[in-house]
């Protein structure tokens, strides 16, 4: 079992700065998947960011260049800095684990940007 703790939305003007943390705790594997997703209201989840835990790193199109993920595998913490946020951006962010083949899900944290 993997325990997934989220922190660090908020509101935000356009072209504004967030960063938001999850920090996994239980059965970490050493091979894993840590990343962000988030969901719009009426919108399916999609994927913002992952990133491996030998540091591969995929990004959401949408928000290349503007946002960073990062982790700190000692402390088994992932980040997400976002910069120049938009109104778009503005969902429920959610921190995503996978190893071992099992799917761990964050409890949410809203990121709202307004214009």
């Not at 072209?15 to 091979?31: D, E, N, P, V």
């Not at 962000?36 to 209201?41: E, F, G, L, S």
């Not at 778009?88 to 083949?101: F, I, K, Q, R, S």
């Amino acid at each position: 079992q993997v325990h997934l703790v989220e922190s660090g939305g908020g509101l935000v003007q356009a072209g504004g700065s967030l960063r938001l943390s999850c920090a996994a705790s239980g059965t970490i594997f050493s091979i894993n998947i840590m990343g962000w997703y988030r969901q719009a209201p009426g919108k399916q989840r999609e994927l913002v960011a992952r990133i491996t835990k030998s540091g591969i790193i995929n990004y959401a199109d949408s928000v290349k260049g503007r946002f960073t993920i990062s982790r700190d595998n000692a402390k088994n913490t992932i980040f997400l800095q976002m910069n120049s946020l938009k109104p778009e951006d503005t969902a429920v962010y959610y921190c995503n684990y996978w190893g071992a083949a099992m799917n761990y899900w964050g409890q949410g944290t809203q990121v709202t940007v307004s214009s």
